[in-house]
């Protein structure tokens, strides 16, 4: 069982052209009728438009902004929650392993998934959560996946919109948040929706049992979920740090292209010119200006040696270029930059992107580069870093911190409490600073907490994402497996930020999308980087007074 924590990378979204139906949420989260102002109104009105396009990213997005603004509204909520919904089940339609590998399990198998699942939830997940919950968000998955076109063509492609139609309705009137009593009663409630599903639509039990699976653990937390066996795989190779593809990071941007947030060094998208900033406009001759992240994938993803073609546009000019990649294992480097960048004053500076097997020593290799380059200070970019290995963490703090408790951790079980303190040998005393941002999350946290308790340095930037739980990856039937939260940990002081975020010493306004793409990439200046230029003045006035 591999303990990490991680945060959310970029999301992907799924656009699928669709009748808008109408929807529904357990009952605990019907839909709102309660006046809005005009103000919210609008907001609501514009996620709604979002729906209606598929744009399920942004949708969440918006509703996710709009939702700071109107805390209380009930349709913004319902929106989000609407949303996301829509966005997993149409998710998993375009997973190949999902589709050939676990729609192909017999009834019978399928439904030991939701036995194998509701056993690592009793018995692990961080908080205590019924049967009741879980079939009730299974519930209202299979009702929206019954109006996704994806799911009607894979599943019942010759079922007639009325027969679904009254499927979803008999969903809403008889299993709307049905009590239900343990893993037996799970699985009676399950047997008989798809014996009435079998009846109605001729729809079988295996792709019902996969949305009450996948669906069911929308009862957890964001960062719960269940994996199909090629999710396990991204998963373990951004833990092992590496994977076959061409090297990007990258976010649809409808009618714009991909989005280029990062470009691996030493990735065959960096050796072919591509940068950050850029959007890919084609691949393989194909327009992919309105297609999803996931989409483009698809069509990215392949074996080792295999060749892709891409049209790469610069935002700025519009002009295109085309580039010939081929494929092959990518090394994701935890540290991608180590460099001095105050030679003067002797001011070094580590980016660190994530926190994986290798990451200590990374940062070991590195310390001793810029060492040897008299380094006096150091600058420890931890922006739009998600997290990582918890072990990862401890390890790269214990670099930094001599001597006291740098993390915990404490969950259900005895087997997730525990204490991670300094080892006192080895430790640097370089002056420090933090850089931070809003997608600091989960291990990136725990070192920011570490680093304020123990007034090792000081933070800059803008508050970290508050994620402050950790995963524990449960492998599970057919290569599958379940990234579930089993604890929770606290900083030094005993405190967990958790939706709070740590705020930072010295605070720095919002950087542009621009900026932010900017800081992501490896190559690149710092002169016009505010945090960085922060924190260069914070250290040379602390060399000055030495």
Same mark, same amino acid.
């Given at each position: ?43 609501v ?16 997005e ?38 050939e ?19 690592k939830?009793?018995d ?22 019954l ?5 009607v ?54 792709p ?10 929308? +009862? &957890? ?12 795989? /991204? @998963?373990? $190779? !951004?833990?092992? %740090? ?48 309105n ?34 990649l ?20 002797g ?18 290799? +590195? &310390? ?12 420890? /970019? @931890?922006? $739009? !870093?998600?997290? %990582? ?8 703090l ?72 950790v ?44 900026h ?11 002169? /016009? ?5 922060? %924190? ?11």
């Amino acid at each position: 069982m591999t303990i990490f924590a991680l945060g959310q990378r970029w999301l992907t979204l799924l656009v699928v052209i669709a009748a808008w139906g109408n929807t529904g949420l357990p009952i605990a989260h019907a839909e709102p009728t309660a006046t809005v102002a005009d103000d919210e109104r609008t907001a609501v009105r514009n996620g709604v438009e979002m729906e209606r396009s598929r744009r399920w990213l942004d949708a969440i997005e918006h509703y996710e902004k709009a939702i700071k603004e109107y805390p209380e509204s009930e349709s913004i909520k319902y929106g989000l929650r609407r949303s996301k919904v829509h966005f997993s089940v149409e998710r998993r339609y375009t997973d190949k392993s999902f589709v050939e590998k676990l729609l192909a399990q017999s009834p019978s198998a399928s439904m030991q998934y939701i036995d194998d699942v509701l056993t690592k939830i009793r018995d692990h997940y961080v908080d205590p959560v019924s049967a009741t919950s879980f079939v009730a968000h299974g519930t209202e998955s299979l009702y929206h996946a019954l109006n996704n076109p994806r799911f009607v063509e894979k599943n019942i492609p010759n079922a007639s919109p009325e027969s679904v139609t009254r499927l979803r309705q008999t969903l809403k009137d008889r299993y709307w948040n049905k009590s239900v009593g343990g893993v037996d009663g799970a699985r009676q409630v399950i047997t008989e929706v798809s014996s009435i599903a079998q009846r109605d639509v001729q729809l079988g039990m295996t792709p019902i049992a996969m949305e009450y699976l996948f669906g069911g653990c929308n +009862a &957890l937390d964001d960062y719960s979920t269940y994996l199909t066996p090629s999710k396990l795989d /991204d @998963l373990y $190779g !951004n833990i092992e %740090g590496e994977f076959v593809g061409i090297g990007i990071e990258m976010k649809a941007e409808v009618g714009k292209g991909l989005l280029l947030v990062n470009v691996l060094p030493e990735s065959p998208a960096e050796e072919g010119g591509a940068n950050s900033g850029d959007f890919i406009t084609k691949i393989d001759g194909v327009d992919c200006r309105n297609m999803t992240t996931e989409q483009a994938a698809g069509m990215l993803q392949g074996t080792p040696e295999s060749r892709v073609k891409l049209q790469l546009t610069d935002p700025d000019t519009q002009a295109t270029r085309d580039t010939a990649l081929v494929r092959r294992a990518v090394k994701v480097k935890s540290i991608p930059v180590a460099q001095m960048i105050d030679h003067i004053n002797g001011i070094g500076y580590i980016k660190m992107t994530g926190f994986q097997k290798h990451t200590a020593e990374e940062l070991d290799a +590195a &310390l001793l580069r810029l060492h040897r380059e008299n380094m006096q200070a150091l600058i420890w /970019d @931890l922006r $739009g !870093n998600p997290g %990582g290995l918890l072990t990862a963490a401890v390890e790269v703090l214990d670099r930094f911190i001599d001597d006291g408790v740098l993390v915990s951790t404490k969950g259900r079980s005895a087997d997730q409490n525990w204490s991670y303190s300094a080892q006192r040998t080895g430790t640097w005393k370089t002056p420090l600073v933090l850089l931070v941002d809003g997608d600091s999350a989960s291990a990136s946290e725990i070192v920011a907490g570490a680093i304020r308790d123990h007034h090792r340095g000081q933070i800059v930037g803008r508050k970290t994402y508050g994620k402050w739980s950790v995963q524990s990856i449960l492998p599970g039937p057919s290569n599958t497996g379940m990234r579930l939260t089993t604890a929770k940990f606290y900083a030094p002081s005993g405190q967990t930020f958790g939706k709070i975020g740590v705020n930072p010493d010295i605070a720095i306004a919002d950087p542009t999308p621009t900026h932010r793409t900017g800081y992501r990439s490896a190559k690149r200046t710092y002169d /016009d980087d505010r945090d960085v230029q922060s %924190g260069m003045d914070v250290l040379r006035k602390q060399l000055a007074r030495r």
